[in-house]
């Protein structure tokens, strides 16, 4: 499977987990979350892949969350009905995803991509 990593090429959190995969030698695929945001199957592989609760996926910061009241609404939501939005939007989702096979990071921490990803 390829190395995907999700995000918005102006987000310097993305330019950062970019430029630390490929110096570690990691060659992938840089997609455009907001005009290609992932589906809700891919999203769903990735929330089992991860361990992690639907909830950390949000970009719990960003603009379109808070004009949509998700804070209040998400708790009242089904896990499907949340798939559902995260799919719509890419700018509900937390940035960057990186994902190859079974190992997925939501976000740019330094040392959980030493972990998972080995730099």
Do not use: C, H, R
């Given at each position: 499977m390829s190395f995907q990593?999700?995000?918005?090429?102006k987000c310097g959190t993305c330019r950062d987990a970019l430029k630390s995969l490929r110096a570690k030698g990691h060659e992938l695929q840089m997609i455009e979350l907001f005009e290609?945001?992932?589906?809700?199957?891919?999203?769903?592989?990735?929330?089992q892949a991860s361990g992690l609760p639907i909830q950390r996926f949000f970009n719990v910061s960003g603009e379109v969350y808070r004009?949509?009241?998700?804070?209040?609404?998400l708790p009242s939501m089904s896990f499907d009905e949340q798939i559902t939005l995260l799919?719509?939007?890419g700018r509900l989702i937390k940035r960057p995803i990186a994902a190859e096979g079974n190992k997925v990071t939501v976000g740019f921490k330094e040392a959980?991509?030493?972990?998972?990803w080995g730099i």
């Open positions: 990593l999700y995000g918005y090429s290609t945001p992932p589906s809700e199957n891919q999203l769903k592989q990735w929330i004009e949509m009241n998700l804070k209040d609404k799919a719509s939007n959980e991509y030493k972990e998972v």
